[in-house]
């Protein structure tokens, strides 16, 4: 199994003492990631303290042009970062959203905003990442009219296509994706969250030899194939399936602590 490694939620103000630990973790295996840049960032949750953020780059933009240059892959990751619907679209992994629900127009402009704000950053990508997971038929529409070629997200071992985008799976559960012989998957890292205990458990799965660890470049050039209608729908019902999963531990974890 090859699997490749995204990193969600990267912004100026972000935690960057987490987020460098983590980067080190991935050179001394020499991965390199997806990350998700948000053009915009409005999330307050997502904000560090700039008096507790020493290891912030004097220039976020020029730090990431050269993450670039090393072999890192860029996508957008929406635009501010702000849920404002309680849709989970067409991949409910979660019921919120800050494109599905959105009305098309509104939906482009804010695509076109996001990319040209990294455009005068000197950034330039054709990958979108959508905060949530969550995405609708017009936000699919509105990124083909925008100049996006390709999303990461699904389900599934390898790349494929749908509504003229080119889809990159993400793993559904990594301890199923290891057991996988063949095949490509994502996992995907919010290294805001990144305690030091998993950061012993990811370097434990960069250790397992029953999986290449592949930058996302590699990934990126997998072709892909065609999904069906009916491929469409088992992923919504798993994506749906997942999230009433998590709702429903979450649920229980609360009730034990009453």
Same mark, same amino acid.
Request: hydrophobic share 35%; proline share 4%; with cysteine.
């Given at each position: 199994?090859?699997?490749?490694?995204?990193?969600?939620?990267?912004?100026?103000?972000?935690?960057?003492?987490?987020?460098?630990?983590?980067?080190?973790?991935?050179?001394?295996?020499?991965?390199?990631?997806?990350?998700?840049?948000?053009?915009?960032?409005?999330?307050?949750?997502?904000?560090?303290?700039?008096?507790?953020?020493?290891?912030?780059?004097?220039?976020?933009?020029?730090?990431?042009?050269?993450?670039?240059?090393?072999?890192?892959?860029?996508?957008?990751?929406?635009?501010?970062?702000?849920?404002?619907?309680?849709?989970?679209?067409?991949?409910?992994?979660?019921?919120?959203?800050?494109?599905?629900?959105?009305?098309?127009?509104?939906?482009?402009?804010?695509?076109?905003?996001?990319?040209?704000?990294?455009?005068?950053? =000197?950034?330039?990508?054709?990958?979108?990442?959508?905060?949530?997971?969550?995405?609708?038929?017009?936000?699919?529409?509105?990124?083909?009219?925008?100049?996006?070629?390709?999303?990461?997200?699904?389900?599934?071992?390898?790349?494929?296509?749908?509504?003229?985008?080119?889809?990159?799976?993400?793993?559904?559960?990594?301890?199923?994706?290891?057991?996988?012989?063949? =095949?490509?998957?994502?996992?995907?890292?919010?290294?805001?969250?990144?305690?030091?205990?998993?950061?012993?458990?990811?370097?434990?799965?960069?250790?397992?030899?029953?999986?290449? /660890?592949?930058?996302?470049?590699?990934?990126?050039?997998?072709?892909?194939?065609?999904?069906?209608?009916? =491929?469409? /729908?088992?992923?919504?019902?798993?994506?749906?399936?997942?999230?009433?999963?998590?709702?429903?531990?979450?649920?229980?974890?609360?009730?034990?602590?009453?």
């Amino acid at each position: 199994m090859k699997i490749a490694v995204r990193l969600d939620d990267i912004a100026p103000d972000m935690d960057w003492e987490r987020f460098l630990n983590f980067k080190e973790l991935l050179d001394r295996y020499q991965v390199k990631p997806l990350i998700g840049v948000i053009p915009d960032n409005r999330d307050e949750n997502l904000k560090k303290d700039e008096k507790e953020n020493e290891r912030r780059p004097a220039d976020f933009w020029e730090y990431v042009k050269e993450l670039e240059k090393e072999g890192w892959v860029i996508a957008m990751h929406g635009l501010y970062h702000i849920y404002t619907t309680s849709r989970g679209g067409l991949f409910p992994l979660n019921n919120f959203s800050e494109f599905a629900g959105v009305p098309f127009k509104k939906q482009k402009k804010m695509l076109e905003e996001g990319k040209g704000i990294l455009a005068e950053k =000197g950034i330039r990508t054709e990958l979108f990442m959508a905060p949530a997971h969550s995405y609708d038929a017009h936000t699919l529409k509105a990124l083909r009219e925008t100049g996006f070629t390709a999303v990461t997200d699904g389900f599934g071992a390898r790349p494929y296509y749908f509504k003229g985008l080119k889809f990159y799976p993400i793993s559904f559960q990594l301890s199923s994706t290891f057991k996988r012989a063949q =095949g490509y998957s994502t996992m995907v890292v919010h290294t805001g969250t990144v305690t030091e205990e998993d950061l012993k458990r990811y370097e434990g799965y960069f250790n397992r030899e029953d999986v290449e /660890w592949i930058s996302y470049g590699e990934y990126f050039g997998q072709p892909a194939v065609r999904r069906s209608i009916l =491929g469409r /729908w088992k992923e919504f019902l798993m994506a749906k399936g997942k999230y009433w999963l998590l709702f429903l531990k979450c649920r229980m974890a609360k009730a034990k602590q009453a």
